[in-house]
């Protein structure tokens, strides 16, 4: 209408005013795409009307509109060019050291957009200096809207920074801000506070204060907004990983469903929307953690897909990215480390197509870091250390070379879990003690943290590994003391769970069976009413194994084998009855061991050639493998007991020279000495007495250099 009444090429200032009324309606509807075409011929009508280098507040507002549509779009990069913009015109306009609410508004987008680039640090800086400037405009000690916004704007910056005392502090002075304003009346101000300090607690650890915040912003939004809302559907769905993250995935279910379900009643039931994928990658990390991989699955296909509905099939995008690297970290949990390796490569790769090849970003550290998990997990210790000391340096350059951050002390943990499985134990519990050092330092040093009790379980481990089990069990009572304390001292929680596993295997190693018994048996009964009592779960199983072998060692091998062989079908359960998995894997040598010891000497040859076959199936038919060699050892133990020497001989022979190609032709290896022991006996029982005294002399002389070796270490 405007422009029939002004005429169609004419440029007149309520033209513009329609044309930016009209892109912030397209911003709404979520096409940013259309909104900057309405924003661009705004500014360049505002442009013709002014002059085309005058500088004047319209312009700058057009600015700003177009920065807002690029960060919709994703474009952080054009964002924060147009932000510049409009900063350098609006400082230019009412002086370089004014305090104005537009300098402001143009500072706090700043901080945003560059915030959107993962540069924290440059964020908090501008945030900060609009939470200065309008302290100045409206007054120190003054309570205005503005200076509320701009405390959880800073609060919000520490939060990514990993300072979350700061960030909590900050949100705890806008929320109150905000109630004072509004006069505690249901306000989108204080349901937005409310639902930032979940977040800040949320990362603190603190998942029950996260969880009480959140319910607080949704009931208010709901009063406010009604059921299908953008940000009711928001609050839903973070109550949903607030339940996930205290471990109560049924309830956390619940919520994102509800979340999913509005999401599609908003956007429409089959329109691909970010919200929707994000909901669907929720859901799927949900039944995951549930135990069910099959309804997980589905999940994060159809947001992957979404995802490349939305951003476009051939684009790299953040939010595919993402989708990726959580397929990654579901692969490699649920023990499919190839696939895990190749999701997190192709996130890898997007993420610097994204940023930038040699550019330094969180993401990019994020994906180098699972990678090496997911390459340890795969037994390329050499990738994995790689790749984790690329992400420890990356985090180290972002964050700053003496800080104590959570990206950091990540890095530090997962380099401490690879050491570990390379086995340099000593080098694992140096990684871990530093990672403990920093989350302490982060978190607090005597705050209970998820965090910080990993740390403490990890370095009880590295102590199991290196010998001292009393050590170890010192460590893992921290960590169950303290995860009660994070989740509740009778809560079922599968991090307290899992403490009560571990202890159960250091009292094992310490030869106390009754009492690993004890801790197993609670871990057992604590998983089953987290998953279900007839539910197929990773954890359940882990600990029916054990309680087979620890139920064996004491000698009661035929309710060894009930428990091995609840095991046994949970996993194939799980993986796929003719799947090759190292959780089936390890069972099937179990249940060998068990039915030798049992006597049942046909049975246990049986099982250990299934697990033979099976394990060159994953690591490779012509692959030197330490649980390779292991087998050979227990195949030639078991065939020795039927009486078929010359077999026993050549599994023997086998072992041996597969631990030479493993650790050196030439090195004093304490496994190398275990096999020609076993060679020394089998040659023996074969009835040669010369090579069985020339193989006994090797493994004791071998064994004689591995002492001297570690005390000389030591």
Not at 61 to 85: M, N
């Amino acid at each position: 209408m405007k422009q029939s009444v002004y005429g169609e090429n004419t440029a007149h200032p309520e033209i513009c005013v329609s044309l930016c009324n009209l892109g912030a309606a397209w911003v709404k509807l979520g096409d940013p795409g259309k909104a900057i075409k309405y924003f661009e011929q705004s500014l360049t009508m505002q442009r013709s009307i002014h002059g085309e280098d005058t500088k004047h507040p319209d312009i700058a507002v057009s600015l700003g509109s177009l920065g807002g549509a690029f960060k919709e779009l994703g474009d952080h990069r054009k964002a924060i060019t147009f932000h510049e913009q409009a900063l350098q015109m609006r400082r230019s306009i009412y002086g370089e050291d004014t305090a104005h609410p537009n300098i402001a508004v143009s500072l706090q987008n700043l901080g945003a957009a560059w915030g959107d680039l993962n540069d924290h640090r440059k964020s908090l800086s501008y945030f900060q200096q609009s939470l200065k400037m309008r302290k100045t405009i409206y007054g120190e000690n003054t309570v205005h809207p503005d200076i509320a916004g701009a405390l959880g704007d800073v609060g919000h910056a520490w939060t990514k920074l990993g300072d979350y005392r700061k960030a909590i502090s900050h949100g705890e002075q806008a929320l109150q801000m905000g109630r004072i304003i509004h006069s505690d009346t249901p306000h989108p101000d204080i349901a937005s506070s409310l639902h930032s300090l979940g977040d800040a607690w949320k990362d603190l650890g603190d998942h029950r204060k996260a969880v009480s915040c959140y319910e607080q912003s949704l009931q208010m939004r709901r009063t406010i907004y009604g059921e299908d809302d953008p940000l009711t559907a928001e609050s839903l769905y973070n109550l949903g990983v607030a339940w996930s993250d205290l471990g109560d995935q049924r309830k956390a279910i619940g919520y994102l469903e509800q979340a999913l379900q509005m999401r599609r009643s908003i956007h429409g039931e089959n329109t691909p929307h970010p919200d929707i994928a994000l909901s669907l990658s929720s859901m799927g990390t949900a039944w995951y953690k549930l135990g069910d991989n099959k309804e997980a699955r589905p999940y994060f296909a159809q947001s992957l897909e979404m995802y490349r509905s939305v951003h476009g099939d051939n684009t790299a995008h953040t939010d595919i990215a993402r989708v990726l690297n959580d397929l990654g970290i579901t692969s490699n949990n649920v023990g499919d480390h190839r696939k895990a390796v190749s999701y997190h490569q192709q996130a890898l790769q997007m993420r610097r197509s994204i940023h930038g090849e040699g550019t330094e970003h969180l993401d990019i550290a994020a994906s180098l870091l699972n990678l090496g998990a997911a390459w340890a997990g795969l037994g390329d210790h050499e990738k994995a250390i790689s790749h984790l000391e690329q992400s420890l340096q990356m985090h180290r350059s972002i964050h700053g070379e003496d800080t104590a951050h959570p990206d950091i002390a990540d890095s530090l943990h997962n380099l401490g879990l690879a050491w570990s499985k390379i086995g340099d134990h000593r080098k694992a519990a140096s990684y871990h003690e530093q990672s403990l050092q920093m989350r302490r330092r982060t978190f607090g040093e005597n705050t209970a943290h998820p965090k910080t009790a990993e740390s403490i379980v990890s370095l009880g481990q590295s102590w199991s590994n290196l010998g001292d089990h009393r050590k170890a069990v010192g460590f893992y009572k921290q960590a169950l003391q303290m995860r009660r304390g994070v989740y509740g001292e009778d809560a079922p929680h599968p991090d307290i769970a899992s403490s009560l596993n571990s202890l159960g295997a250091a009292w094992h190693d310490l030869g106390d069976y009754r009492k690993a018994i004890r801790y197993y048996e609670q871990s057992l009964q604590m998983r089953r009413n987290i998953y279900g009592k007839d539910t197929a779960h990773t954890d359940i199983a882990i600990s029916l194994s054990n309680l087979g072998i620890v139920w064996s060692d004491l000698g009661d091998h035929r309710k060894a084998i009930g428990y091995h062989e609840q095991a046994l079908q949970m996993r194939r359960s799980l993986h796929g009855k003719n799947t090759a998995h190292l959780d089936i894997v390890g069972t099937l040598g179990s249940l060998g061991t068990a039915w030798r010891k049992l006597g049942d000497y046909r049975k246990a040859v049986g099982y250990y050639e299934q697990s033979l076959k099976m394990r060159r199936s994953i690591h490779g038919e012509d692959t030197a493998h330490p649980k390779i060699a292991a087998t050979f050892d227990n195949l030639g133990a078991a065939w020795s007991q039927l009486g078929h020497h010359r077999k026993a001989v050549s599994y023997a022979e086998q072992a041996l020279q597969m631990r030479k190609t493993l650790y050196g032709e030439n090195t004093a290896h304490p496994h190398i000495a275990n096999s020609l022991g076993n060679l020394s006996v089998a040659w023996r029982n074969l009835g040669d007495q010369r090579k069985g005294l020339m193989y006994y002399e090797l493994a004791l002389q071998m064994k004689r250099e591995c002492e001297r070796n570690k005390n000389s270490t030591s």
